[in-house]
Every structure is written in C-alpha cells, then in structure tokens.
C-alpha cells in the first residue's frame, strides 16, 4: 500500500470529522509529538508530582508514595488504554462528552461533559496558584532572597490574574506559537525531571534502596498535618493514591485537540497513552529519588506541605545548579496550565458547538484571523481564576480535580461497556480487542473507588460539594437541558442535515488546514 502523502491524510481528517457531523474549523497543525506533549504537559510530574507528593509520602511514607504511584499509574495506564480506543474511533475536540453522547445517550454526555469542564477548570485554577507558590518561594525567596512572607490573598489574586491572561493571549494567538511551547515543554519536563532525580541522588548521604518500601504511619501530627489521624494502614494507602491520581490526569488533552492533530485515529491514542507511560516512568523514578535524598525520613515527614521545598533548598550542590532547577520547574508549571487552557477551551468549544452552554453561539465561533475559539479561551481563563478566588471551596475543588475528571473519563468507558459490539460496531486503528470489556470493567470500579477517597477525610468537605452537584445537574437537566439541548449529530440522517452547516463553518474560516 502507498504511503499517504500530508494533503491526503488531511482530506482523510476532515472526511472523518465530516462524518461524525462537524466542520474542519481549527487549524490541524499538531504532529504526534505536539499531541502527546499537550497531555505529558497538563500531567507535568513537575506541578503534581512535587506539590502532592506529601500527600503520599505524609500518610505511609515510602511504602504508600512509591508503590502507591505504581498502583495508581497502572490504574492510569488501564484508563487510558480504554480511551484511546474510544478516541481512535471517534477523534473529535469534545472528547469524552462526544463518546459519552453516541455511546450512552444525550443525558450521559452531557452530564460527562459537566464533570470533565469542572475538573478541567480546576485543574487550571490548582496548577496557575502552584506556580504563584512556587515562583515566591522558589525564585523570589531562594534566589534573590525577597521576604514574601506578608503577602496576602491580593497578592496571590493579581498575580493568578497576571499568569492565566498571559496564557489566554499565548492561546488566543493560535495553534502555532501554543504548539511550539507545549513542545518545548515536554522536552523541558524530561530535562529538569531528569536533572532533579540526578541531583537528588548525588545529594543522598548514601543510597539506602531500603528504605523504599518501608511503611510509617505519617499520619496526623508525625506528617505535619497533611492527613488526619489514622490508624488504618489500608486507608492510609487509599488516602495516598490521591498522589499519582492529581499527577497523573489531564491526558484527554490529546483527545481534546483530535481536531488541530494529524493523523488524530492514530496520534491521539499514541498521545494518550504515551504520555500516561513516560509520566509514570520518570515520576517514580524521581520519588525514589526524594526519599533516598531525605537526611532523615522521619524528620522530612515533620514538613507536611513543605516536605520537597526544604528538601531542595538544603541540597549540598552549587547555588547556580539550584537556580536551574528553581527556573525550570516554575516554567513548567505555567506551561502545565498553558497546556490545561488549550485543552479546556476546546472542550468549552465543541460543547458549545452542540448547543450544551449558555452563550453557544459566542463560545463555539472560531477566529478566522488565529483558527482558535477565542470567546471559549477566554472563559476557560476567567473560570479558573474566579475559582481561586473562593479560598474554602477552591481548597476543596482542588483536591477534587482528580475525582472530576476521573469520573468524566470512567463515563464513556462505561457507556462503552454496555454498547460494544452492539450500538457501538465501528472501531479506529487501535483496538483493544479481549482487553476491552475486562479494562473498562476495571476503570468503572476504579472510578468509584475515587469517589470514595476523594470524600473521606481530610477532603470530605469534597462530600457535601460532590452531592450538590449532583443535584444541581438533575435540576438543571430535567428542568431546562433535557428539552433545549440538543447534543451532537447522531445516526445517518442528522450528520446528513448538517452537510450545509459544515461547508458554510468551513468556508467561514477559510482554508481548511
């Protein structure tokens, strides 16, 4: 068989979107790099493998930080295998809240779509307030020696306001100058990854592999608070999985940019599911390194929150070798988020793009000028600083990121469970085949199993936010959604009453790209 030349594979693009019933509107300009790099960005072992690595290490220790990341990145990688097949049959910038829509039903989808805009925006809102965090303490405070230890909320909010308008011009832009950072910023995270782990055991007074898999019960005081006290050494080790579950998230970031990547039936399920693997190699490899590096674990424990700041800060190495990591890991936090804004304002677009938001007709508008839904970028940027500014609830949500979005993800895979072979006949290049059911069957169970760590203390507030949604989602569907919402073209006849749609959106746009 010849091999495709760019144009053709383009043509075969479009024709794909084109008969899911959506127009070829934002640029495809993403290789398969620049699509895995959009998911290995938002995952950044950077952002939640050092902000949250107390969360493992303050509960049950080494034992709960190292093989709780392994559990819960095999977790990861079976969730992600499930949505790469769903995306290579159905690339589109709707994702998950598309697949949930065709495999499960209107309803389904658009509650999936909800639940993976929440987690998507706070996932924003958490990394943009670890990158103020991180800047004053790592660059202001370690570097050029500034006391920011009386700034306040104000501070914080202008500063928040500052990084994600910076990220919303970055996008505004296009496809072009985003997809050239976000490549940059997959090498960077290895770069700096790599170098913090070295560091990390060149400091280490000696290598006590040992110590890896001891259990110590860091809870309540011991670990500075981070977890209440318990006695349970099962939940503790639940507890901590939040760790490399908040890390290892954001991979539908490949599925959420299917329509700016060529090639999307086979680069996104690569984009998924690579990004999955090489977040969990190089992020265990560097909590092996924290522990092995501590002087004393019990005493690291003592730091709750600021266990890895201190760490860092005493390193035995030069001033000028810290500053390159200081820089570079503050760098890829804001091109973490970065990434975090295209992702969700793609989201926001094709959800708009089907009727799903108020202000569809103004969130779905692609920019002719910089083929990119500029209304839906900066919405996606204004939510995500207006949930930082709640501090209780922005707390709460935080935490709660990964239980959102691991839900939104669990949805259409479930929906998948119970359509496969039947509604659902038509498959993408990577099929899962045998594995199919028994992986989707695993992430359903996996995804309660969060709801339940996500509620228990110290995040049950989580709870009462949890159940208020969803309660507010069925007043909202059965009251006005269910009657005006319309959802994506399915069946034969309505991706057929859009054909006029499609070559007046494309021909609005110019050049499909």
């Not at 920019?367 to 500014?389: D, E, G, N, Q």
Request: charged fraction near 10%; include cysteine; proline fraction near 4%.
């Amino acid at each position: 068989m010849a091999k495709q030349t760019d144009q053709q594979i383009l043509a075969a693009d479009a024709e794909t979107l084109h008969k899911m019933g959506y127009a070829q509107e934002l640029s495809r300009r993403m290789n398969g790099f620049s699509n895995f790099a959009v998911a290995f960005s938002i995952i950044c072992i950077l952002a939640g493998g050092i902000t949250s690595f107390q969360v493992g290490y303050c509960t049950g220790g080494a034992f709960t930080a190292i093989i709780g990341w392994i559990v819960g990145s095999v977790f990861a990688l079976i969730v992600g295998l499930s949505m790469a097949q769903i995306a290579s049959a159905y690339p589109t910038a709707g994702g998950l809240y598309h697949w949930s829509s065709i495999l499960g039903g209107r309803a389904w989808g658009w509650v999936t779509a909800w639940f993976n805009m929440l987690g998507l925006i706070f996932v924003i809102a958490s990394v943009n307030v670890g990158v103020y965090n991180l800047f004053i303490g790592l660059i202001l405070g370690n570097i050029f020696g500034i006391d920011t230890s009386k700034w306040g909320p104000l501070h914080q909010d202008l500063a928040v306001l500052l990084i994600t308008g910076a990220q919303g011009l970055f996008n505004h832009f296009g496809i072009r100058t985003t997809t050239k950072l976000i490549d940059f910023s997959g090498y960077l995270i290895l770069v700096i990854a790599v170098l913090l782990t070295a560091t990390m055991l060149f400091s280490a007074p000696h290598l006590d592999f040992a110590r890896l898999d001891v259990f110590q019960n860091f809870s309540g005081a011991p670990g500075g608070s981070v977890v209440p006290q318990a006695g349970s050494p099962f939940y503790l080790f639940l507890l901590a999985l939040l760790y490399p579950l908040y890390t290892i998230t954001g991979f539908d970031g490949s599925a959420h940019t299917s329509e700016e990547t060529v090639d999307a039936r086979r680069n996104v399920p690569r984009g998924i599911i690579n990004s999955i693997i090489w977040s969990a190699v190089f992020g265990l490899a560097m909590a092996c390194s924290f522990i092995l590096a501590m002087p004393d674990p019990v005493k690291a424990a003592a730091d709750g929150g600021n266990v890895i700041l201190n760490l860092m800060a005493a390193l035995p190495v030069p001033n000028g070798l810290k500053d390159v990591l200081y820089v570079g890991i503050v760098l890829a936090n804001f091109l973490c988020a970065l990434a975090g804004v295209t992702s969700t304002s793609r989201m926001v677009y094709a959800f708009s793009r089907d009727g799903g938001l108020p202000g569809s007709k103004y969130l779905k508008h692609v920019s002719k000028a910089h083929r990119s839904p500029v209304a839906a970028i900066w919405v996606t940027a204004a939510l995500s600083v207006a949930a930082t500014l709640y501090s209780p609830a922005f707390a709460a949500l935080a935490a709660g990121c990964a239980m959102f979005l691991y839900i939104s993800y669990a949805m259409p895979i479930a929906a998948g469970l119970f359509a496969e072979g039947k509604t659902w006949t038509e498959f993408g290049p990577f099929k899962l085949g045998a594995l199919s059911k028994p992986l989707a069957f695993i992430t359903i169970l996996g995804g309660l199993a969060i709801i339940y760590i996500g509620t228990r203390p110290p995040n049950d507030i989580l709870d009462s936010y949890f159940i208020g949604l969803l309660i507010l989602l069925a007043i909202i569907w059965f009251t006005v959604a269910r009657t005006r919402f319309p959802g994506p073209p399915i069946g034969a006849a309505a991706v057929a009453a859009r054909r006029g749609e499609i070559a007046a959106e494309e021909a609005a746009v110019g050049e499909v790209l």
